[in-house]
Nanobody, 115 residues
Framework: QFQLVESGGGLVQTGGSLRLSCATS????????MGWYRQAPGKQRELVAT???????NYTDSVKGRFFISRDNAKNTVCLQMTSLKPEDTAVYYC?????????WGQGTQVTVSS
């Protein structure tokens, strides 16, 4: 049973946008470092965007300026706004929460960008 639930994936054309959301419990969300990862077919899972413990956002180089991570503390959600999507962004996107040495994952949501 997954304690993080992602939504918002789908099929989009090159240059399009998608917004992913990740909802979890307050128990997990509070004091967690939240982030998004992705895994393309045949490749290892990679970090896409994350909040540092200080609250600032970090992005992998390939998505800088196109993807934006945000969190809503009142709703215990973290979102990933993806713009100017490229075919190489195609992957399963996973939400992650790091809390006190424990890593929580969602089930993943498929993002497919057609050329």
């Amino acid at each position: 049973q997954f304690q993080l639930v992602e939504s918002g994936g789908g099929l989009v054309q090159t240059g399009g946008s998608l917004r992913l959301s990740c909802a979890t419990s307050e128990t997990i969300f509070s004091s967690s470092v939240m982030g998004w990862y992705r895994q393309a077919p045949g490749k290892q899972r990679e970090l896409v965007a994350t909040f540092t413990s200080g609250g600032s956002a970090n992005y992998t180089d390939s998505v800088k300026g196109r993807f934006f991570i945000s969190r809503d503390n009142a709703k215990n959600t973290v979102c990933l706004q993806m713009t100017s999507l490229k075919p190489e962004d195609t992957a399963v996107y996973y939400c992650n929460a790091q809390k006190k040495g424990t890593s929580y994952w969602g089930q993943g949501t498929q993002v497919t960008v057609s050329s």
